[in-house]
């Protein structure tokens, strides 16, 4: 059977950042909490005309071609910043980037896990008809609480995968192994804008269903760790790949013996500069490992570890094509972070804790740099549109 995978990937993030060290002074606490405790540095921002539609249609947009425009057979939007109750974020994506329009669009939801449940469901449907795509879009913001504990791990970012037969980039196993169990770690009622969090209770769910998942999967026939060359875990926070690798070296025993922490370094890189990005996390991990591993990983295997609170874990193993590095976008990625502009401790408020209600009717002024961006909501309709070249320029 022809093979399925990762054919194409990109990643967006906002034009603008807040450096974890202006947080650390804002509490009043040991920069080595946030810098070294949990590994950030820096969290992604959007303005205010940005949000997960904006993000994932950027993130899209570098993927397109007439080709994939006129074979996508399915979009899966994975997001829990969703943006209506009742359409898919996905259709205004669609519309934006003006697929074909004889495809089926869809919204995936269960916390940061649910990228992964699109890709598998878009693997299934390309091994039943090989001559189609799906176009898989992760994109989130990650918002909390105002001097919280959780206000450390914020981010925003959008990552955009094409599935297809005779991938160029990775080339998905069949068997992965799953856990699945109901309990409230993470969760965001309809009525907030910001999530409820157990910190120690989500991270013990975590590695518990890292363990029950790598259990489940090794039952199935899956590959040994000691198989497996790089790992690639969700991260909440860049330190908990290394909470991740301690309990899977442990799961696996003698398995793990040819593994350090070298082995998943290079997938923390993003991550670190853009802060968590929930449903996000995981793939632009795998971005961030393909891109600057300064290795040649073709033919190597990765495993990956997805998880999203309340709680569903999946772990699965894929191999990396010969000709990866030539269809890479790294230098495209290593630009748009550089170019990120640093947000003073008013702005960051005022963007992500004291904007107007998204529920009023309002025009939006161009903050954002990328080629699409939320204009305006009329009569409670979100009004998308492509942006002009030079966009206005936030206070550093």
Known sequence: MTGVGIDDISIYTPEYYYSLHDLVIAHGIDPNKYLVGIGQERMAVPPPDEDV?????????P?????????????????ESGIDQSKSAGLFVHGLLGLNPHCRVVEFKQACYSATAGIQLAA????QRPMEKVLVIASDIARYERGSEGECTQGAGAVA?????????????PVSGLYSVDVMDFWRPNHRSTACVDGKLSIDVYLRSLAEAWADYRRKGGLPLGAVDKLCFHQPFTRMAKKAFAALSEAAGSEAAHLDESCYADSQ???????NTYSASLYIGLCSLLDRCGEDLGGRTIGLFSYGSGAVGEFFTATVKPQYRRHL????????????????????????????SQAEDRVFPQESRGRFRLAAIEGQRRIYAAASSEPARAAA
């Open 53 to 61: 539609v904006s993000m994932a249609a950027n993130a899209v947009a």
């Open 63 to 79: 993927l397109l071609t007439r080709q994939l425009r006129d074979t996508v057979s399915t979009v899966i939007f994975a997001t």
């Open 124 to 127: 299934d449907l390309v091994r």
């Open 161 to 173: 995968m094409v599935i297809s037969a005779n991938p160029r980039l990775l080339e998905l196993h």
């Open 269 to 275: 890189i993003y991550g670190r500069a853009i802060g």
């Open 329 to 356: 976008r790294a230098e495209a990625h290593r630009a748009m972070l550089d170019s990120r502009r640093r947000l003073d401790g008013r702005t960051y408020a005022a963007w992500f804790y004291d904007a107007p």
